[in-house]
């Protein structure tokens, strides 16, 4: 079935989902006071797994089929799981809104890896602007804390730094977990991965996730005090219920219909909405250096994925039709 343009439906619909996921750092930074990171981790990919499953079920999705996909689809399940260690630790050190920024770097990081691992997707003139104007985006937004930092007395000076130390130690766990993902991304595009149907990849990244967060949180010594309020578990059934066990088969339900390249377009909405959702949420401050920091970073996600003209290469940061590019 030859790919639609986008019609209003489809339009709201994509939009929606740029909403939701946007606002899933949110969730899991809402949820932090009751429920630790990695524990919301292991709950959010066996709830989710379970979801999977269900839905695979009913539509008949052949997920154990002897396809020669496995070794690609464990490795994809340890950078999954690795991913996640990164952003549910980084979120207890940086606000929602940063990590929203630095997580939705991961395009950036296919386009450069695609150019150099995967055949045919060099990067042009304009991707390489891309590339310099997010990465300008994103040294900006390092500097933000220094830039923000009112004036303080002597006295107050240790724990501005250490405070300043802590934000930034987030960011960059945030930053690794986009090279995670899009790493990922890559060995779904350079594997049997790219043939098989999207829930099968989804089903084995949530899978091996489960153990290797759960490792972690184990680890890290977290532990659950007591019931969580109800606040939290909202937050928590958002990020399982909605974000991975709808909002992700609507994706796959979108792409099967519509055009991947104009939905993924939509997409770069997401980190913009994420930081929207920081500041109305959780209030998170949006102050003119973090501001441009964002803008630059969407504009050269946009400039990476531009949409291609007849004759040219598919975009190195694209998205695989079929694949869910979303955090």
């Known amino acids: 079935m030859p790919a639609r343009p986008l019609d ?14 946007g606002l899933n750092q949110v969730a899991i930074k809402a949820a932090l006071p009751d429920i630790p990171p990695l524990i919301q981790g292991v709950i959010r ?10 839905w695979c079920a009913m539509r008949r999705v052949p997920l154990f089929s002897r396809d020669g996909s496995l070794p690609a689809g464990l490795l994809t399940g340890l950078l999954f799981g690795l991913e996640f260690v990164m952003i549910y630790r980084g979120l207890l050190m940086t606000t929602a809104s940063r990590g929203t920024i630095f997580l939705y770097t991961a395009p950036l990081f296919v386009a450069l890896g695609g150019s150099f691992f995967l055949p045919g997707e060099r990067l042009g003139r304009l991707q390489w602007l891309g590339l310099v104007t997010a990465f300008v985006g994103v040294a900006v937004a390092i500097g933000v804390p220094h830039l923000l930092a009112p004036a303080s007395a002597a006295g107050d000076a240790a724990a501005l730094a250490a405070t300043e130390a802590s934000t930034l130690a987030g960011d960059a766990l945030l930053l690794v977990s986009a090279v995670f993902w899009a790493a990922t991304t890559l060995v779904v595009k350079g594997s049997r991965l790219v043939h098989v149907a999207p829930e099968k990849t989804l089903g084995y990244q949530l899978a091996a996730s489960i153990p290797i967060l759960g490792l972690a949180a184990l680890a890290f010594g977290e532990t659950v005090a007591g019931v969580p309020r109800p606040a939290a578990t909202g937050w928590l059934a958002y990020q399982t219920i909605w974000v991975v066990g709808i909002t992700y088969g609507l994706w796959f339900a979108l792409v099967k219909h519509y055009s991947a390249s104009r939905l993924s377009a939509f997409t770069f909405l997401t980190p913009l909405f994420g930081v929207l959702a920081g500041h109305v949420v959780l209030g998170d401050a949006i102050d003119w250096p973090f501001a441009v920091a964002a803008a630059l970073v969407v504009a050269g996600l946009v400039l990476v994925n531009r949409p291609r003209r007849a004759g040219e290469a598919a975009p190195p940061g694209g998205t695989p039709a079929g694949t869910n590019e979303s955090r």
């Not at 209003?8 to 996921?21: E, G, K, Q």
């Not at 990919?45 to 269900?54: C, N, V, Y």
């Open 45 to 54: 990919s066996s709830g989710a797994l379970a979801m999977l499953l269900a």
């Open 8 to 21: 209003a439906l489809a339009t709201v619909t994509i939009v929606a989902l740029s909403v939701s996921w």
